[in-house]
């Protein structure tokens, strides 16, 4: 094999200029749709480590305050907001019972724990973003060789960054 045909795609057929320039076309969108996903990632994790460093914060913040003060009052009145929004998301259960309950399928499978109502809205939202992210500005008016090879392209990129 020459070196001029390795350069050769992997039918061994020359891209006219239309189908390179799509071809091109492609991979750009795809690497600019895994950066977004990488952004996506990367700010929900932040908004995590925020969360979680506030309720540390807060909590050292109780600590500290309560050491010396027998009769301590300002952390026992209730914000109302806060309150419900934990109560009906955050910390909600899926469904009508407690969200650490095992999924049991017999007494000798158990196959995991209920999500929380906010886990469960964050998995189905990633989903969906992943589902529109790999069907997002293909062209299925072309030929369906070329849109399935599009459709294949996309989910193999994307399905590395969500392994990352």
Not at 4 to 19: A, D, F, H, I, V
Not at 99 to 110: C, D, P, Y
Not at 151 to 163: C, E, H, P
Request: proline share 3%; glycine share 4%.
């Amino acid at each position: 094999m020459s070196a001029g045909n390795s350069l050769l795609p992997r039918g061994g057929y020359e891209l006219t200029p239309e189908q390179q320039l799509a071809k091109e076309i492609a991979e750009t969108t795809n690497g600019n749709l895994s950066k977004y996903l990488m952004i996506v990632c990367g700010a929900v994790s932040a908004a995590v480590i925020v969360w979680k460093v506030c309720e540390r914060i807060i909590r050292l913040t109780r600590h500290v305050s309560c050491l010396n003060n027998d009769k301590q009052r300002y952390f026992a009145i209730p914000n109302q907001k806060f309150a419900a929004l934990k109560r009906h998301l955050l910390y909600a259960p899926v469904f009508s019972k407690r969200h650490n309950r095992e999924i049991q399928l017999s007494k000798a499978i158990n196959v995991g724990t209920l999500p929380t109502r906010f886990q469960l809205l964050f998995l189905v939202s990633y989903f969906v973003s992943n589902v529109v992210w790999c069907v997002i500005d293909i062209d299925y008016s072309a030929d369906m060789a070329t849109a399935c090879g599009v459709i294949r392209n996309r989910t193999g990129v994307l399905s590395t960054v969500n392994m990352v």
